[in-house]
């Protein structure tokens, strides 16, 4: 689906946001992306003219464990999961090579069919990685929320993947102090 065609109020919610969103449109063959924001083109150094109409796989390396490219496939074929978080072993257009946290959920119709998959990339190579992941996920939580609404008004259902972010805050908390 070409950037035109997508619901104004979700492609408003998606440049808004300051987490790295992308969102693929699962009506097309493979996947490809129709849309991220800035903060996804920062994170990856791709601009919008490499990252449109392709797939994400791009940003993996010949090195990246192909069990976490497993669990990504899995998750994207199954239907018994509508969210998930995946780390992957990526790369940016410069070259750096980072460990990518990939948040995923299925964006479906009235009828159930799956039609976006909407991702957020956060880059664990970080300094005081817990700090930088939980202020990320504050504000992931607070995107998702509001992609929830926006999607709703166009009779798109985002599942509820409060409960999978706040598991992830409090095992970080947890990381946290054990790092104290
Ligand atoms: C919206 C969206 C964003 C994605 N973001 C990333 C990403 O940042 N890094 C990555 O390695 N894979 C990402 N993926 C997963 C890959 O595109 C691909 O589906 C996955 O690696 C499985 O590989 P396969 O399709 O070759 O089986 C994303 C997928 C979707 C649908």
Do not use: W
């Amino acid at each position: 689906m070409p950037e035109a065609e997508l619901p104004e109020a979700l492609r408003a919610q998606i440049a808004r946001s300051t987490v790295a969103l992308s969102l693929a449109t699962a009506d097309a063959p493979d996947m490809p992306l129709c849309l991220a924001n800035d903060a996804f083109f920062r994170l990856s150094g791709y601009d919008a003219d490499a990252v449109h109409g392709r797939n994400c796989r791009f940003l993996r390396t010949p090195d990246t464990p192909p069990e976490q490219v497993r669990e990504m496939t899995r998750f994207l074929h199954a239907d018994d999961r509508d969210d998930g978080r995946f780390p992957v072993l990526n790369r940016t257009r410069q070259g750096r090579v980072f460990t990518n946290l990939v948040f995923m959920s299925k964006l479906r119709g009235q009828d159930g069919r799956v039609r976006f998959v909407i991702a957020s990339q956060f880059d664990q190579s970080v300094a005081d990685r817990a700090t930088a992941q939980r202020q990320n996920d504050a504000a992931l939580t607070r995107s998702v929320g509001d992609l929830r609404v926006a999607a709703a008004q166009f009779g798109l259902i985002l599942s509820d993947t409060s409960a999978l972010l706040a598991r992830s805050v409090s095992t970080l908390a947890r990381i946290a102090v054990r790092d104290e």
